[in-house]
């Protein structure tokens, strides 16, 4: 079984500062990780993944997350917040040993930028 | 590319009729997922197809929803009869063989009155 926590329903951070998402993931095995965005009144659109290469996992829009075994963790992060990334984000888990497999989605993570 | 089609993008509709909502996926992808979205309950997986095979439909909330994938490029999801609380966003997503990441259809709102 494998599931996903996404650590605070809502984040709110000023124009320019840092961003920094929670996700904690559970996995019986060695887990696929995956931050999606949704902009409001569309699907979610890919970030970033994490399939065993590098554990520091750089994706689209300056976002980054890093894979930690140790704290079960792939927070995401971006060094300078920007008006256009207010949205709902989306941590995921697949199983890496089964490449048909589904992904289980967190909870969603909506965050604003104040101007 | 396209990416993956879904229609209508809005539906409203009364109560006991019939819906169908249809997905094209990317070409060339052989995996399609049927996504659920409320406020309440999140994004809830209903069913998944590998190669236009049904592989989990556990999430399929009961037999008032079918799905089917007659061929690679084409897919529905059919709810008959509907009722108020079947209102959500249903979205449609693809995965390519070999890759991980999914990439999602714009989604149909549904309106159920």
């Known amino acids: 079984a494998q599931s996903v926590t996404q650590l605070g329903s809502h984040v709110s951070v000023s124009e320019g500062a840092l961003v920094l998402l929670r996700c904690n993931y559970s996995?019986?095995?060695?887990?696929?990780l995956f931050w999606y965005v949704q902009y409001p009144n569309q699907g979610l659109q890919l970030l970033l993944k994490?399939?065993?290469?590098?554990?520091l996992v750089k994706g689209i829009n300056g976002f980054e997350a890093e894979f930690k075994k140790s704290e079960t963790s792939f927070h995401l992060t971006k060094p300078s917040a920007h008006m256009s990334d207010a949205a709902e984000y989306f941590c995921a888990v697949s199983d890496k040993n089964t490449n048909a497999g589904k992904s289980t989605f967190g909870d969603g993570t909506t965050l604003t930028v104040k101007p | 590319d396209a990416g993956v089609i879904q229609s209508p993008r809005h539906e409203v509709t009364e109560m006991g009729q019939e819906v169908t909502l249809r997905c094209k996926p990317i070409s060339g992808h052989n995996s399609l997922f049927w996504y659920r979205q409320t406020m309440m309950r999140g994004l809830e997986l209903l069913i998944y197809?590998?190669?236009?095979?049904?592989?989990?439909d556990s999430g399929m909330p009961e037999d008032r929803f079918s799905a089917k994938m007659p061929n690679a490029s084409f897919s529905t999801l059919k709810i008959q009869p509907s009722e108020p609380r079947d209102s959500a966003v249903y979205f449609c997503?693809?995965?390519?063989?070999?890759?991980?990441?999914?990439?999602f259809g714009s989604g149909t709102r549904l309106t159920v009155v």
């Open positions: 997503a693809s995965r390519g063989q070999g890759s991980y990441g999914y990439t």
């Open positions: 996995s019986s095995v060695p887990p696929y």
């Open positions: 197809f590998n190669n236009n095979v049904p592989i989990d």
């Open positions: 994490y399939t065993s290469a590098a554990t």
